[in-house]
């Protein structure tokens, strides 16, 4: 079972061995950056410049599924930026719309599956598909039990996040 931890996820910032995961949407634009317009995937794309266009680049270039409103990718890792490993954890197939609870349990396969071949590494992710995301804290929550403790999900009360 995951940790939940009330305040600024940013503080996850100077633990320089984690993982830092924010929700975010499958839409890439033309010029091949993930959007990260709103919420705490903003506060990402602004700390960590062409981080948008690394993961949306990622995202083409590992064949990801697409529709006509979004990639589908779960989550996906970039490892290259001053120490930290960051990374976009699905939640919406378009940033318009709501979350959704099946991306969402996709998403948590993954990071599951991930954190078994990294057991060691602490893992931080703002709690996903509430604020922006339109979902009731409730009805996300059973969907990441299967998460292990190394997993810390910080919910913020002074925002929206994705």
């Not at 960590?48 to 779960?74: H, K, N, T, V, W």
């Not at 969402?104 to 598909?129: D, E, K, Q």
Request: glycine share 12%; with cysteine; net charge positive.
């Amino acid at each position: 079972m995951p940790t939940y931890k009330h305040g600024d996820l940013r503080a996850a910032f100077d633990d320089k061995t984690a993982l830092l995961l924010f929700t975010g949407n499958g839409v890439v634009k033309a010029d091949g950056a993930l959007v990260m317009g709103a919420g705490f995937a903003k506060q990402v794309r602004d700390a960590f410049p062409s981080l948008d266009y690394e993961l949306g680049q990622a995202i083409i270039a590992r064949g990801c599924p697409q529709a006509r409103d979004g990639y589908y990718y779960g989550m996906v890792l970039h490892e290259h930026w001053t120490g930290n490993r960051i990374g976009a954890f699905q939640v919406k197939r378009h940033y318009r719309y709501n979350a959704s609870l099946q991306l969402i349990r996709g998403s948590v396969a993954r990071l599951h599956y991930w954190c078994s071949i990294n057991p060691t590494t602490p893992v931080h992710l703002n709690f996903p598909g509430i604020g922006l995301g339109g979902l009731d804290r409730n009805l996300v929550e059973p969907a990441l039990v299967i998460l292990p403790p190394q997993v810390t999900i910080w919910e913020w009360n002074g925002g929206k996040d994705a």
